[in-house]
């Protein structure tokens, strides 16, 4: 996450989940200018995409493995909430669902939800 104290409801970070992160990074560095750090995930590398202007990291481009094997290939919004287990159950009676979660992360919690529309996202609270 780049900003750990995101206001409750902004956008606090977006991934792009796919099978091959390194093909992809460089796509995205070719067409829109960004450049990359690595992100040592437990043997292998997701990565973190800057800005060319001011270096600010933008995005995260990961694979689909470990946490996010089960992923589609996708754009994915964190969704920053006040608690991820209230907002899930909130989204399940609602008529969503929960893909992923919740579970733990570094500097927070996270859970993937599919609204009623099909729409995915994942939700986030920070620690």
């Not at 606090?12 to 690595?38: C, I, K």
């Amino acid at each position: 996450m780049s900003d750990p104290i995101s206001p409750i409801g902004s956008i606090s970070w977006t991934d792009l989940t796919v099978p091959h992160a390194e093909a992809v990074r460089q796509f995205y560095a070719t067409v829109v200018g960004w450049h990359s750090t690595p992100v040592d995930m437990d043997g292998y590398s997701d990565f973190c995409m800057a800005s060319p202007a001011d270096d600010k990291v933008v995005a995260g481009i990961c694979h689909a493995r470990g946490a996010n094997a089960d992923l589609p290939a996708q754009w994915l919004i964190y969704i920053t909430v006040a608690d991820v287990v209230v907002s899930a159950t909130e989204c399940v009676r609602l008529g969503g669902k929960v893909l992923r979660g919740p579970r733990d992360m570094g500097n927070g919690r996270m859970v993937v939800i599919q609204d009623p529309a099909g729409a995915v996202a994942a939700l986030y609270q920070p620690a």
